[in-house]
Antibody
Framework: QITLKESGPTLVRPTQTLTLTCTFS??????????VGWIRQPPGKALEWLAL???????RYSPSLRSRLTITKDTSRNQVVLTMTDMDPVDTGTYYC???????????????WGQGTLVTVSS | QSVLTQPPSASATPGQRVTISCSGS????????VNWYQQLPGMAPKLLIF???QRPSGVPDRFSGSKSGASASLAISGLQSDDEADYYC????????????FGGGTKLTVL
């Protein structure tokens, strides 16, 4: 059974750096083809993809947020960490982590999601 | 950065069939597959369709996906009241070192 859970601060001040941790179970980042991504959702708005890290430490970032994002993994601890610098009130929203895996030769991206964590950016 | 365009809203009555479209601006969209996600109010998104037309286990066959050229579609047949949700398409874009793109979402109302 695959589960993911996000953790981190609920309130961040403008200009601060946000650090979120995704702790997962039921799969391993030692396994080929596996990845973990981050997606966020401002209140009442659409989903926005942020970043994805693969089992081989490959990383992909949203082009519009690339300069502010860093994604890393601790494979032995089953954790993926996302940092976002220079936080602004427009970054307020629910942040989700999600699993990327494979069935046979087919990639399935974001088939399991965490419950999300609400981050508010305010002074 | 590419854009996936969805209608902001759709509606239908129980038992009807409804289709939600997703149009891609990037040339890559024509060649890549599409995922669809359902988000019930206050919940995390749920994968409905992957690889354009594949259903994960547990997703009813009332949900189907298709794609033609630069446009993808999600069809829901035998509409039920608990299908009322936001629906998002998503696709990989190979440009700019590769990135995922989500559509703006469609709010489905079951009348």
């Amino acid at each position: 059974q695959i589960t993911l859970k996000e953790s981190g601060p609920t309130l961040v001040r403008p200009t601060q750096t946000l650090t979120l941790t995704c702790t997962f179970s039921g799969f391993s980042l030692y396994t080929g083809g596996v990845g973990v991504g981050w997606i966020r959702q401002p209140p009442g708005k659409a989903l926005e993809w942020l970043a994805l890290i693969y089992w081989d430490d490959g990383k992909r970032y949203s082009p519009s947020l690339r300069s502010r994002l860093t994604i890393t993994k601790d494979t032995s601890r089953n954790q993926v960490v996302l940092t976002m610098t220079d936080m602004d009130p427009v970054d307020t929203g629910t942040y989700y982590c999600a699993h990327r895996g494979m069935v046979a030769d087919t990639v399935i991206t974001f088939d399991y999601w965490g419950q999300g964590t609400l981050v508010t950016v305010s002074s | 950065q590419s854009v996936l365009t969805q209608p902001p809203s759709a509606s239908a009555t129980p038992g009807q069939r409804v289709t939600i479209s997703c149009s891609g601006s990037s040339p890559n969209f024509r060649h890549n597959t599409v995922n669809w996600y359902q988000q019930l109010p206050g919940m995390a998104p749920k994968l409905l369709i992957f690889a354009t037309d594949q259903r994960p286990s547990g997703v009813p066959d009332r949900f189907s996906g298709s794609k033609s050229g630069a446009s993808a579609s999600l069809a829901i047949s035998g509409l039920q009241s608990d299908d009322e949700a936001d629906y998002y398409c998503a696709a990989w874009d190979d440009s700019l070192n590769g990135h995922w793109v989500f559509g703006g979402g469609t709010k489905l109302t079951v009348l």
